[in-house]
């Protein structure tokens, strides 16, 4: 695993220990999620019909997203963790939510392992790995016509634009009242994500900038819906 996804790593760790400490648990949603605002983008239709699918939820988390899959549209999901405390808080809530297994694993190593998914999806974790450590994992462990749907951070709480090099850059986890938490993102343009992905196997079929609700907020959040067109 490279240094930078161990770092970011160790801030999920933060992130999921505060969590806990705080003893905070989102709900299990009524569609997915994409943005830190609720209601902003579309449901799981995005992923297609995921019914008896197997589908792979990459850095899942708290684990609602994967519950909420499996119990309203029947997906068999891998929920898959690097961060101990994130994977602590899952299984305390959801182990024995039927069809979800949670993992606490690099999402790399573990598909080199597995059977090809049928889809999968990342709400913001995406940007926290280096795209070509990941995407290559993902041409791998996905199935031929395969959906990937994912979300990540376009333009920052500062105003900050998206990068058209593949490097990160440090951004922040936020969670109120408490001081925030450092990590390193990907944060790329959409022509440059679409490139990356037309690279290692993927049509991008389209590119959502989802905006927040209230005008003063700067912050937009990329939605990109792909698929896994060939094997080699």
């Not at 119990?71 to 024995?96: C, V």
């Not at 913001?124 to 290559?136: K, M, W």
Request: aromatic share 6%.
């Amino acid at each position: 695993m490279p240094d930078i996804e161990s770092l970011n790593a160790d801030a999920w760790t933060v992130y999921g220990q505060r969590q806990l400490n705080r003893e905070f648990m989102p709900p299990v949603p009524d569609q997915l999620n994409w943005t830190p605002w609720e209601g902003v983008g579309p449901g799981a239709e995005i992923l297609d019909e995921i019914a008896g699918k197997r589908v792979l939820d990459i850095g899942s988390g708290a684990g609602h997203h994967a519950v909420h899959l499996a119990r309203a549209h029947g997906a068999l999901m891998t929920a898959i963790e690097l961060s101990p405390t994130q994977h602590k808080r899952a299984i305390q809530h959801f182990s024995d939510v039927r069809g979800v297994r949670f993992l606490k694993s690099d999402v790399v190593e573990h598909l080199r392992a597995a059977e090809p998914y049928d889809a999968a999806y990342a709400i913001g974790t995406v940007a926290c790995i280096d795209p070509l450590y990941l995407l290559p994992a993902l041409r791998d462990g996905l199935g031929h016509g395969a959906r990937l749907v994912f979300s990540a951070l376009h333009t920052n709480l500062h105003g900050h634009a998206p990068s058209s090099v593949i490097v990160p850059r440090q951004e922040m986890i936020r969670i109120r009242d408490q001081e925030p938490i450092p990590l390193q993102m990907w944060v790329l343009t959409p022509q440059l994500w679409e490139d990356v992905l037309v690279d290692y196997g993927f049509r991008v079929e389209a590119i959502i900038l989802l905006r927040a609700p209230e005008a003063d907020n700067p912050v937009i959040v990329q939605l990109i819906r792909a698929r896994r067109i060939s094997r080699t």
